[in-house]
């Protein structure tokens, strides 16, 4: 983990996302997982609202319910203060994507167990 988190802190062009996705354990201490650096990106999804703590702004966390696909792109794109052109929109509609299939098959995990 620790030369994950050192590859992450090199990386000075400040391109990468780190995704947490629901995590809302507040015993995991996320922080032990954020690379010490100024650069790059790092999205916590949780319905606990104790986690708000790792944002880094007080703005910067944002309550949601039900939403499209089209609300979740602008909404990651706003929180994470991002140009709305052509490339940013493309990599935000895959995040919204790659979470959507991961809730869903969650749910058929749970559903099934």
């Known amino acids: 983990m620790d030369g994950n988190l050192q590859w992450l802190a090199s990386q000075t062009d400040g391109n990468w996302l780190l995704y947490?996705?629901?995590a809302d354990d507040v015993n995991l201490r996320l922080n032990k997982f954020f690379p010490q650096c100024a650069s790059g990106h790092i999205l916590v999804t949780t319905r606990n609202r104790e986690l708000r703590q790792y944002a880094a702004?007080?703005?910067a966390n944002a309550h949601v319910t039900g939403m499209d696909a089209d609300d979740?792109?602008?909404?990651l794109l706003r929180q994470a203060r991002a140009k709305t052109n052509e490339e940013n929109i493309v990599l935000a509609e895959a995040?919204?994507?790659?979470s959507s299939q991961?809730?869903?098959?969650?749910?058929?995990?749970?559903?099934?167990a």
């Open 57 to 59: 702004t007080e703005d």
């Open 95 to 98: 995040i919204v994507r790659v």
């Open 20 to 22: 947490f996705d629901n």
């Open 72 to 75: 979740a792109v602008n909404l």
């Open 102 to 112: 991961i809730f869903i098959s969650g749910r058929g995990v749970h559903t099934n």
